[in-house]
């Protein structure tokens, strides 16, 4: 049996035709799946009965199990979804003080990469999550949120780990006849894979990419995520430069501020020569959300200090705001079940 959600449009028309069916029912079939979130062949009031049967046939939905929602006092739903195995991911569903929906997607079942101040990466790792387990996260929460506008690829796991299965879903995603989602409406996130990096770029896609940084200075990120120790800075700056030339697209740099480790004037005036390496750059300063391990967040009169430096010598940068603390739902504290 197929799983018929890991098809894009053009891949349904062949096995359809191949079922002797005509080419027009994978139009109305991808309809209901992608467009009317109708996981059920059952349901697909205008195919003739036997057109359903066959497909029930040769097809599958492996639509995961909802096992939790939680609601935190600002708003964001965090969702526990189990796959047929077992395995288990989060995904999480903020609303920002516009009103704008996002949703905060997961593309490995934990992460093997161990950042030390990450959930995801302090539980370890079970799996990648397929084409169907990753867009499914998306449409079970659309069911419910059909206004849901923008996507971020910052759940747990590191999307360049599972790459193919990842751009496939983004191109499902942002595909007309599939969710049509604006391309620049969705960002994903790595760790810093350079290979991966310079391959997103080849693919020419207006999605906003995120690296996360943390730190400029070797010996610190190595400390804090031990990826830098195959990738160093040097490699990830080749990489977001070959990105840059590539795609003329701007590349966010995310750091999470923690207390006495990043978060001083000498770390702030590293993270600036690593920037002005690029004209493209900007900085997300992302607030800690405490995951239980040795860390502490940096008091916002430190954040606005180090936000400060940044702008005085015209880097831009941001301060995000952090959402679902009293859920576990925050950046890095999703963590992961294994069966
Ligand atoms: N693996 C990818 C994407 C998932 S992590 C990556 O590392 O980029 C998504 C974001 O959450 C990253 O920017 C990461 O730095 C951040 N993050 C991880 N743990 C965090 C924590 N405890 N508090 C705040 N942000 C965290
Ligand atoms: Fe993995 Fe990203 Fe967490 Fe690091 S921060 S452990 S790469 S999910």
Not at 43 to 67: A, C, G, H, T
Not at 118 to 146: D, M, W
Not at 186 to 214: H, M, W, Y
Request: aromatic share 8%; proline share 3%.
């Amino acid at each position: 049996m197929e799983n018929i959600l890991e098809y894009t449009q053009d891949e349904l028309r062949k096995d359809i035709i191949e079922l002797g069916l005509p080419a027009f029912r994978a139009k109305q079939i991808y309809l209901w799946i992608h467009k009317k979130l109708t996981f059920d062949f059952l349901l697909m009031s205008d195919l003739p009965q036997e057109v359903r049967n066959k497909l029930k046939e040769k097809y599958v939905f492996d639509i995961p199990n909802q096992k939790k929602v939680l609601t935190s006092r600002d708003g964001t739903k965090k969702y526990l979804f189990e796959f047929a195995d077992g395995c288990a991911v989060e995904s999480v569903l903020i609303k920002d003080a516009v009103g704008r929906k996002t949703i905060c997607v997961s593309t490995q079942a934990g992460c093997p990469l161990g950042c030390e101040f990450c959930a995801t990466g302090v539980a370890g790792f079970s799996r990648n999550l397929t084409v169907s387990e990753i867009l499914s996260q998306v449409y079970l929460i659309c069911l419910k949120h059909p206004e849901t506008s923008n996507l971020v690829f910052m759940g747990m796991g590191e999307p360049f780990l599972n790459y193919d299965n990842v751009i496939k879903s983004i191109r499902i995603l942002i595909s007309k006849e599939g969710g049509n989602f604006g391309q620049r409406k969705i960002t994903v996130s790595t760790c810093g894979i350079p290979d991966g990096i310079k391959k997103f770029a080849r693919e020419l896609l207006q999605v906003r990419l995120a690296v996360s940084l943390n730190s400029a200075d070797d010996e610190i990120r190595s400390k804090l995520m031990p990826v830098n120790v195959s990738f160093p800075l040097r490699k990830v700056a080749e990489a977001i430069r070959y990105y840059i030339d590539h795609t003329k697209r701007r590349v966010t740099l995310e750091h999470i501020l923690l207390e006495g480790v990043n978060d001083s004037r000498a770390d702030a005036e590293q993270l600036i020569l690593f920037c002005k390496q690029f004209e493209m750059i900007n900085v997300n300063l992302i607030p800690f959300n405490p995951t239980g391990g040795k860390f502490k967040a940096s008091a916002q009169k430190t954040a606005k200090f180090f936000y400060n430096i940044l702008t005085q010598n015209h880097i831009v940068a941001t301060i995000r705001a952090s959402k679902g603390g009293d859920i576990m739902a925050a950046c890095g504290q999703l963590a992961s079940s294994k069966k």
